[in-house]
Every structure is written in C-alpha cells, then in structure tokens.
C-alpha cells in the first residue's frame, strides 16, 4: 500500500528525517513510536505532502504510484488521510460547512458527530478555541467522514481524556476496519494505517501489526508492536540508540 | 435665512476643495445627472435585468418581507412604497421638509456642507435622497429597502439622505447602490445623516455593486444618543475605480453603542479606501469595528480610528487584509486616540496572503486548491450580517468562487 524509499527530509535546510525505508502493507496497522523530536510527525506531513517537508532524496509509493511530488490534494483523492498533530485554526471556517463538503460523497455526519460530541461543534470555526481533546475529537470526525484508504494518525489520543478516549478508541477502530471484526477479511478489505503513539494506549482498539523505532530521523528497528511498546516503557530509547550502534 | 445664506456662500467656495483621501475627481467631467424620472409604481414590472440589478444589492422587486422601499435613478425619486405605516415614515427628503417643520433642524447638521467638493455640490444642488423615521417605540419587523441606482452614462448622481430612529424605537435598512447594465462611468455622491435616539437601534446594511469606472464619496454622519445602538455592514465585492469612505459615529449618549462591519473585495484597477470612525464623547460607550478586506490586484486603505473623550469608553478594532496577488495592495491604518484617564481601546490589525498551511489543511480533507481557497475567503468575510436575501448570498458566494480562482 504505502513504500518509503530511502527518504531523506530537510525542513527549512535542516535535515530532519534521513533515509527511511519503511513499508505499509494493504491492510497493515502499523506504529511508530520514537522520542520527542525525533521526526515522526515530519515523516506524516511529509508523506501527505506538506509545503515545508523537503524531500531530498527517496521516493514515496502509494498504491504502486510514485507520489513524491503529488500535491495534497492529489493525494488525499488518491485515499491518503491524516489527522496532524497540530492541525492550523480556520478562522471563519465552520467545522459544518466543511463537513458539508468532506461528505459530497453522501455520508451522513451527524449520527458520528453526536457519538464523539461533537455537535455543538458544528457552528464553531474548526480548530479556533478547541481543546486538545476537542481538536482531536473533530479531527477523527473529518476524516471518518473523508474514510481514506490509508490513514496517517499522530498522536490520536493524545490530551484525550478518560472517558472520551473509549468514544475515540472505537471511532478510530471503525474507521479502520468498517465495522469488520474477522481477521482474514480486515486484512484485505480494512485500511492501513500509520499510527504515532507514545503511550499505546491506542493499540488498545487497533489490532496493530508492526512496530516501527524512530530516532533521530533515522528507523532504529522493527517488530511486534506490543513488545517493543513494553521495551519502551522498561528501558526507554536509549537502548535503542545502543542497540542500533552495535548493529553497525 | 442668514444661516442659509452663509452656508451656500460656503458650499460655493468648498466647490474646488479637494477631499482629504482619495482620488481628486472633477466634477466638471459629469454631467449633473437627471432630476426628471417616471415613476415605478411596481417594481416587478422592471425589465428582468434591472430587477436583477436591484436583486444584486439587496433590494427585492416584489417587496416580500420589507416594510417599505424607495428608489432614486440618477437624482430623481421613482418609487416610494410603505407597507407597515405604523412603524415607519419613508419618502422623499424633498417631501418630508414640505411636511414637517423640524426635518430642517437634521439637514445638514451633522454633514457640513463646505466639507470638500462633494458635500458642497450636493448642497448647492439642493439633491433629494430618503428620509425614514421610526416613530418612538416603534419597531418594526422587516427592514425598509431603499435602491440608488446610476442609470445614465457619464453623470454624476447626488443624494441626501436623512434617518431619525426616535426613542426606543428599532429599525433596520438595506441601502443598495447600483448601476444600470451598461453604465461604466459616473459619480455617486451621497450624504447621509443618521440619528439614533435614546434606547434606539437602527441596522444599517449598505451594499455597493458599482462598475469599473464609477467614483464613489459617501460622506456619512451618525448621531447616537443614549443607550443607542447603531450597527453599521457596509459590503462592496464588485470592481469599482475608486471609492473613499470615512463614515463617522458619535457617542454621545451614555451606554451608546456602535459595531461597524467592513467588507471589500478590490479587483485590479479599484481603490478602496475604507475608513470607519467613533468619536466617544459619552461615558460608558462601546464601539466594535471590524473591517475585512482582499484585494485581487487593486488597493485596499483600511483605516479604523477611535477616539476616546469620556471615561468607561470600550473600543476594539479589527482590522485584516488579505492579499491574493501581488499586484495588489493593502494599507491598514489604525488609529487610537484617548484623551481622559478611563479608556479601553485596543486594535488588531494583520495583512498577508492566507497561510499556505490552511489551505493545505483543507486539500487534505479532498478539496482541491481552488475550493479551498474559496471556503477560507468565504468564511473571512463572513461577519454574520443579519437579513440578506438569498439572491445576494448567491451572488456573493459567486463572487467568492471568482476569487477562489483568480487567486491560483
Ligand atoms: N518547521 C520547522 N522548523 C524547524 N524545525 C522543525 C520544524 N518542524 C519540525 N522541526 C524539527 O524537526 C524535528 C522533528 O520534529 P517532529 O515534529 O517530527 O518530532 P516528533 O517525533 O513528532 O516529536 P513529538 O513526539 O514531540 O511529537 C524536531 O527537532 C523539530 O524541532
Ligand atoms: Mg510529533
């Protein structure tokens, strides 16, 4: 579904992610976790094609096209979705009148709006004022309703409170797998994703499939998500800066 | 009668005097513009285009949801209707100081006559216009609609207009300003006088739709009383050569309040130089102004001015500009002035181009660039103005849609 070839990214003439290769097969949940600033979100925006994201050297393949140098928009018709760490306030936007045009596709918002609370949102400017739940809350509702094939999520439940996160937890887990619950069949017919998390605490509702290191710009590693999430919270990164070092 | 005399003495020599803002035009190269008109009893007998043209700024042929309408082309009244009688007076300025004594004690008092140039031919020319009075207590619940409209080549049209809305009486006009199809050249000069009395509200919506070689002066005064409440929308999306505007509010009754709303949309070739002023000269007044401006290749001059004289006096000015070409220019000139202890004025003024991260946020959602380009500039000039119909919401969001293009 989504290959990433040897790409290297500089923002602003600094060099932020260098060579990642990293693969999302059809229907792969996978994770990245990493240390603060070590690049993931750059490596999000880059893949959905941000002005800023440099790309150096490498190539992006979605859907066996080269995309590297398509622009979002391109990219979001070809079914790449993102919900952004830090999504821009709209100023005069209404979160209604763009869920207006996010559904040209027919889908009905307003059922997923009142699960995920969001229906006093409506009238309000999107991201203008919103909570860091709230950003998270409208973001999920947006794409849900967009329902990419591929979705990049950053940091989902971050700043999402107890009570919500199982709102989000599940919302989330229908996107990705449209209600599914056999494995064989999510396989082929559910989204990939790529998911930052830092606590995992989404992989309590996405079934994920390979973990993925991201330090200094760099994949440190890869594996069961599950595992290395427990690595994490034991040894943190530092093991796994070592680790790499030894490997080279 | 000396008074009279002093003040045509004046008018006529403020004939060469040159406004402070904007383009000098010469009065000489217009003809003074007809004073001869038939009267249109029925609006939707006009041909389509001309109830088009009216429909564009606001003003609806068929009179559905107004309580009266009045239409000046050129510098003669051709319809004067009211429906709800008991809630508004509306004619003729001409007719209105036939009938009451005291109209002349709100002519020309709050507009000078030897202001510039344009005050002062449209003095000399003794021009008519509308006035509208809600009776005290009064409020009425639709707006009343007035139209003035250019209908002939190369002339220059004079109005004057006079609103009293008395006490704790509430009132709401749309003011369209149009030309004809087919009228590029001209001059539009229009007085208005308004005057908001104890406990009142009056909101006011003017919509300009002019072309490409129209001059516009308005030249505009309000007089707010006590506890009054002047709202102000003024809305100009369509090309136009130059208009300058510096339409001023005076508080100056305790707890007045005003919000002026500003939108302009300047093509390559226009000038817009927009101003808005409020003279706090009571205590505990409040004032809000917003102005929202792009320009697609013309010139923007926001200026916003707010001047503190009473204690307790609130006052925010907003003031942002977008740029959608290089061509273009945007001019934000805010002014804060307070002259005693206890004032509260602040501004915010920002011009740009609209942040590349915005309207990527929106491309990622689907929509193409053009699309989202039109959505951001849609939602920057929405400033929630109340009451428009729905022809002119198209018509705006058409517009719009030709901005979001050109801006590529
Ligand atoms: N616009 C920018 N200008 C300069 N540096 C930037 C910019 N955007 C990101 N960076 C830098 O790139 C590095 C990677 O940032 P990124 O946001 O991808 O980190 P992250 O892995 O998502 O971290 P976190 O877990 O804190 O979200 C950081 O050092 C950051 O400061
Ligand atoms: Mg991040």
């Not at chain 1, 002005?51 to 150096?56: L, Q, S």
């Not at chain 2, 302009?264 to 808005?276: C, F, K, T």
Request: hydrophobic fraction near 35%; glycine fraction near 10%; charged fraction near 25%.
């Amino acid at each position: 579904m989504l290959e990433i070839q040897n790409l290297t990214v500089e923002i602003g003439g600094r060099r932020i992610l260098n060579g990642i290769n990293l693969n999302v097969e059809a229907g792969f949940k996978n994770v990245l976790f990493g240390p603060n600033g070590a690049g993931k979100s750059a490596l999000l925006m880059t893949l959905m094609g941000f002005t800023g994201y440099k790309v150096v050297t490498g190539k992006i393949i979605f859907k066996g096209e080269d995309i590297t140098n398509m622009s979002v928009y391109e990219r979001a018709q070809m079914g790449l979705g993102i919900m952004t760490q830090r999504p821009p306030n709209m100023s005069g936007v209404k979160l209604r009148s763009l869920l207006d045009v996010i559904s040209k596709n027919g889908s009905n918002y307003i059922e997923l709006a009142e699960t995920l609370d969001m229906v006093r949102f409506l009238d309000r400017d999107v991201n203008v004022g919103f909570s860091g739940g709230e950003i998270k809350r409208s973001e999920l509702l947006q794409l849900s309703i967009q329902n990419p094939d591929m979705v990049l999520l950053d940091e989902p439940e971050s700043g999402v409170d107890l009570v919500s996160i199982e709102q989000l937890g599940s919302t989330i887990k229908n996107l990705l797998t449209g209600g599914s619950k056999c494995a064989g069949k999510r396989r082929r017919h559910g989204k990939s994703a790529l998911i930052i998390t830092h606590t995992g605490q989404v992989l309590d509702y996405v079934d994920a499939d390979r973990g993925f290191i991201l330090c200094n710009g760099r994949v440190m590693c890869s594996g069961n998500p599950r595992e290395m999430l427990d690595d994490i919270k034991t040894k943190g990164y530092v093991e796994c800066v070592k680790c790499k070092m030894n490997y080279l | 009668m000396q008074d009279e005399l002093s003040l045509k003495k004046k008018a006529e020599e403020a004939l060469k005097k040159s406004a402070v803002y904007g383009e000098d035009f010469n009065l000489d190269d217009y003809e003074i513009a007809s004073k001869g008109t038939k009267i249109t009893k029925d609006l939707t007998s006009l041909s389509a285009e001309d109830q088009k043209t009216l429909l564009n700024v606001g003003i609806v042929p068929n009179e559905e949801n107004r309580s009266g309408t009045f239409v000046m082309l050129n510098n003669a009244v051709s319809h004067t209707s009211v429906k709800q009688d008991d809630a508004v007076e509306l004619m003729s300025i001409q007719d209105a100081l036939k009938r009451y004594d005291w109209v002349k004690d709100y002519s020309w008092k709050l507009v000078k006559p030897d202001a510039d140039k344009y005050t002062a031919t449209t003095y000399l020319q003794n021009a008519d216009g509308y006035f509208i009075r809600a009776p005290a207590g009064k409020k009425s619940t639709m707006p009343v609609q007035t139209c003035l409209l250019i209908g002939s080549k190369d002339v220059s049209q004079t109005v004057h207009n006079i609103i009293v809305v008395e006490e704790g009486a509430q009132l709401d006009v749309i003011t369209g300003c149009s030309t004809k199809t087919g009228v590029e050249k001209g001059l539009h000069l229009g007085i208005s006088e308004i005057y908001v009395k104890k406990g009142a509200t009056l909101n006011f919506t003017m919509i300009h739709n002019w072309a490409e070689q129209i001059g516009v002066r308005p030249r505009t005064v309000v007089h707010v009383e006590e506890d009054g409440t002047y709202i102000n929308n003024y809305v100009s999306l369509k090309p136009v050569r130059s208009i300058q505007t510096y339409p001023t509010v005076l508080l100056e009754g305790k707890g007045a309040f005003t919000r002026l709303n500003s939108i302009g949309v300047a093509h390559p070739g226009s000038e817009l130089d927009l101003g808005s002023k409020v003279i706090f000269n009571a205590p505990d007044t409040k004032a809000e102004l917003i102005s929202r401006t792009i320009t697609t290749g013309g010139k923007v001059i926001a200026r916003g001015e707010m001047i503190g004289n009473a204690n307790g006096v609130k006052g925010h000015l907003e003031c942002h500009g977008l740029v959608l070409s290089s061509e273009g220019t945007q001019r934000a000139i805010p002014i804060l002035e307070a002259n005693v202890e206890d004032i509260e004025l602040s501004h915010e003024a920002a011009v740009g181009r609209i942040a590349r991260e915005q309207i990527e946020y929106l491309m990622a959602r689907g929509l193409t660039e053009e699309e989202a380009v039109g959505m951001i500039v849609r939602g920057f000039l929405d400033v929630g103005i109340q009451g428009i119909p729905d022809e002119l919401k198209a018509s705006i969001d058409e517009t719009i849609a030709k901005i979001g293009e050109k801006a590529l």
